[in-house]
């Protein structure tokens, strides 16, 4: 049985820190990938990163609003995904999301859809204050 929770969110100033987890079960971290995403009251589901591996190589991509302030990781031991978040900005205020493919169907392909996701963790919330 495939399942994520997502935790981690909560209330942060502009410019300070935050680290979202995503606890998996029930699948390999050897042919998968997790993604993370964000969604504001009013607002479309937006991408902000993802991570996957096959062939034995790992991958991380980042949406362009988030790239150089947030790194995804994994640490395959504790089969958690990471979400580390650096220099927080209002605008990034969202219930974030954690997302998971296992067994990647299209190989050399980093980014995926919201609707290529088979699986979905609760949302945690995370806001940032000005």
């Known amino acids: 049985e495939v399942q994520l929770q997502a935790s981690g969110g909560g209330l942060v ?7 979202l987890s995503c606890a998996a079960s029930g699948f390999r971290f050897d042919d998968y990938a997790i993604g993370w995403f964000r969604q504001a009251p009013g607002k479309e589901r937006e991408g902000v990163s993802c991570i996957s591996a096959y062939d034995g190589s790992t991958y991380y991509e980042y949406a362009d609003t988030v790239k150089g302030r947030f790194t995804t990781s994994s640490d395959n031991a504790k089969n958690t995904v990471y979400l580390q978040m650096n220099s927080l900005k209002p605008e990034d205020s969202a219930v974030y999301y954690c997302a998971a493919i296992v067994g990647l169907r299209t190989y050399g392909v980093t980014w995926f859809m919201l609707y290529e996701y088979d699986f979905w963790g609760q949302g945690t919330q995370v806001t940032v204050s000005s």
């Open 13 to 19: 100033q502009a410019g300070g820190s935050l680290r």
